[in-house]
């Protein structure tokens, strides 16, 4: 079975403390893609990064660092020194090679206090 | 460049009108796919295309719900008769995956849809 869980419903941490979401996903296919979404207030999905599953170096944008573990099959998220614009919904999402379409974890509520 | 482009923004209608919902998807790409988001039940694909033809309607709740894709910049969403719990935001997101890579899925700002 395919699922993605991201076990953290909501977390809530004051502006410039660094917050590490958690994404785990499970597939049986070898070859298969990971993406992380931003869902701000506003209500649009926007797309953050992708990774396939042949490429387990992590990635780093600006203040945002993706963490990719095979071994524990877990896609990992972290903002450092966060901020009050960084407060979102962020999705965890798996879409395996053999099956076109995206499988959501249930999102992870980030609350920035100023 | 434009994004996937949706209208309307915004539908409150009434039980047993009918909706459609409009979509636009970037230009080129060839994958078009149709979201439903709600609070209980998060976010569930209800149908995709593909060059214009529908691979999967598996996730579309039932036969209320039909989607066409005339053509390739435009796709329509149809719920008929519509029904209190068909409320939601309905996303349209296009893709355009390269040769043996899966690319993201880029989304419109969606329809909110409020059915009294």
């Known amino acids: 079975a395919q699922k993605v869980t991201q076990a953290q419903t909501e977390i809530s941490v004051v502006e410039k403390e660094d917050v590490t979401l958690d994404c785990v996903y499970e597939?049986?296919?070898?070859?298969?893609?990971l993406f992380w979404y931003k869902q701000p207030p506003s209500g649009e999905l926007v797309f953050l990064i992708r990774?396939?599953?042949?490429d387990e170096q992590n990635e780093i944008s600006g203040r945002y660092s993706w963490n990719f573990q095979k071994s524990t099959s877990s896609f990992n998220f972290t903002i450092t020194a966060s901020q009050v614009v960084d407060s979102a919904v962020y999705f965890c999402a798996l879409i395996m090679d053999s099956n076109y379409q995206l499988i959501w974890g249930a999102g992870t509520k980030l609350i920035i206090k100023p | 460049d434009a994004g996937v482009i949706q209208s309307p923004r915004h539908e409150v209608t009434e039980m047993g009108q009918e909706v459609t919902l409009r979509c636009k998807p970037i230009?080129?790409?060839?994958?078009l796919f149709w979201y439903r988001q709600t609070m209980m039940r998060g976010l569930e694909l209800l149908i995709y295309f593909n060059n214009n033809v529908p691979i999967d309607d598996s996730g579309m709740p039932e036969d209320r719900f039909s989607a066409k894709m005339p053509n390739a910049s435009f796709s329509t969403l149809k719920i008929q008769p519509s029904e209190p719990r068909d409320s939601a935001v309905y996303f349209c997101?296009?893709?355009?995956?390269?040769?043996?890579?899966?690319?993201?899925?880029?989304f419109g700002p969606g329809t909110r849809l409020t059915v009294l």
């Open positions: 990774r396939n599953s042949f």
């Open positions: 997101a296009s893709s355009y995956p390269r040769s043996g890579d899966y690319n993201e899925q880029f």
């Open positions: 597939t049986r296919d070898t070859t298969y893609y």
């Open positions: 230009s080129g790409h060839d994958y």
